[in-house]
């Protein structure tokens, strides 16, 4: 089957890309609002681009009636915002933060989570996530309906027991994170295996 998206209407391009383009990592972006409370959101078009410099790209559409979404308008404002990694033990909270609730509601209120203050940026970070990314925005890109953000990383706050002793990789025994495929269906990353290039002389020999 051939699909033009350039003819396609935008739910069936949607369809189509988030069925074929997965598993997406979630990240669950914490915002701080013009009155101080805190924002949680979790976003599946999300992705790191770059080390050098510390490169996160989240994509936010507008809410169902066309307003922009709480996280777009506080990280307008304040040009930060945290990326929380998602694993099994903050699905509930992921949801919960999902559910499109009025500015004034704080959805980590809601969900009961614990949060702290973030180190280098002024919005909250989550103590129970796998890793959290405090992000100043690099810049945005806008599209008539979706905002790209470009952040930088600028501190981390690394759950203790995900790195291996030397603190260098995560232990994938601990860390699996929780990813998007399409509709309400997730994977989780805890079947990790390893693939080995061949060599290149052999296959030139």
Request: charged share 25%; net charge negative.
């Amino acid at each position: 089957m051939e699909f033009d998206l350039t003819c396609l209407d935008s739910q069936d391009r949607y369809r189509l890309l988030t069925n074929f383009v997965g598993p997406r990592p979630v990240a669950l972006v914490t915002t701080r609002n013009q009155s101080g409370a805190n924002n949680g959101a979790p976003m599946s078009f999300f992705n790191v681009f770059s080390h050098d410099p510390a490169i996160l790209a989240l994509g936010i559409q507008p809410r169902l009636d066309g307003r922009e979404k709480d996280t777009v308008a506080n990280i307008r404002r304040s040009g930060q915002f945290t990326v929380n990694m998602v694993d099994m033990p903050l699905s509930r909270t992921m949801l919960v933060c999902g559910l499109g609730v009025e500015t004034d509601v704080d959805e980590l209120e809601l969900a009961g989570e614990r949060v702290a203050d973030g180190v280098q940026v002024d919005c909250c970070w989550l103590p129970a996530s796998p890793c959290a990314m405090e992000c100043r925005v690099d810049r945005l890109i806008e599209y008539p309906r979706r905002v790209i953000v470009l952040g930088e990383v600028v501190h981390m706050h690394v759950r203790g027991d995900c790195l291996d002793p030397a603190g260098r990789y995560v232990d994938p025994s601990i860390y699996h994170p929780i990813a998007r495929l399409h509709a309400d269906n997730y994977i989780v990353a805890d079947q990790q295996f390893e693939l080995k290039a061949p060599q290149l002389d052999e296959l030139l020999s």
